[in-house]
T-cell receptor, first 116, second 110 residues
Framework: DTGVSQDPRHKITKRGQNVTFRCDPI?????LYWYRQTLGQGPEFLTY????????KSRLLSDRFSAERPKGSFSTLEIQRTEQGDSAMYLC??????????????FGDGTRLSIL | KQEVTQIPAALSVPEGENLVLNCSFT??????LQWFRQDPGKGLTSLLL?????REQTSGRLNASLDKSSGRSTLYIAASQPGDSATYLC?????????FGKGTSLLVTP
């Protein structure tokens, strides 16, 4: 069990550029989540996958954001035409399908995005 | 909409003290409550998960309680150590997503 892996750890880009982040969940975890965390705040939910199906999206996920999970393994989160307000830590988590009450979500170390 | 509040926002204690962190939530219809630890610039480490049917969970020096009807949870840390310094986040699961509080920033001084 190598934990949830996210790449890159840090991304600095100019406003208006597109960026893509990758998340590799814990193997055999078929649920995958993306959250966003700004300084001094708790993480906020963005989207959720069960296997390859995207089952829920937050209203925070504007049209500039898209997430995929081809083949139900790793996931990517793309932000198009980045804005200053997109600067944040993007966290990925995974969990097992099971009784919702007893399955913890395990988080990666996140990708910190800085928009110049 | 589920709102999660954590008190205090920051706490500084000398090494060896026992301490309590508080978490409250507005909607009691939850599946579980998780406590996490976050070190600066890092992701979240899960500390304890309490299912909605449970009252408390313990792991080492940590004990978390849950009173679902009143919408409250506490995290008790016994005999605090400088290595416990971090931000502690409370989160409740109501649907698919965890709803987080803003965290309590803990500093344990030698």
């Amino acid at each position: 069990d190598t934990g949830v892996s996210q790449d890159p750890r840090h991304k600095i880009t100019k406003r208006g550029q597109n960026v893509t982040f990758r998340c590799d969940p814990i193997s055999e975890h078929n649920r995958l989540y993306w959250y966003r965390q700004t300084l001094g705040q708790g993480p906020e939910f963005l989207t959720y996958f069960q296997n390859e199906a995207q089952l829920e999206k937050s209203r925070l996920l504007s049209d500039r954001f898209s997430a995929e999970r081809p083949k139900g393994s790793f996931s990517t989160l793309e932000i198009q035409r980045t804005e200053q307000g997109d600067s944040a830590m993007y966290l990925c988590a995974s969990s097992l399908v099971g009784t919702a009450s007893n399955q913890p979500q395990h988080f990666g170390d996140g990708t910190r995005l800085s928009i110049l | 909409k589920q709102e999660v509040t954590q008190i205090p926002a920051a706490l500084s204690v000398p090494e060896g003290e026992n301490l309590v962190l508080n978490c409250s939530f507005t909607d009691s219809a939850i599946y579980n409550l998780q406590w996490f630890r976050q070190d600066p610039g890092k992701g979240l480490t899960s500390l304890l998960l309490i299912q909605s049917s449970q009252r408390e969970q313990t792991s080492g020096r940590l004990n978390a309680s849950l009173d679902k009807s009143s919408g409250r949870s506490t995290l008790y840390i016994a005999a605090s150590q400088p290595g416990d310094s971090a931000t502690y986040l409370c989160a409740v699961l109501s649907g698919y997503a965890l709803n987080f509080g803003k965290g309590t920033s803990l500093l344990v001084t030698p």
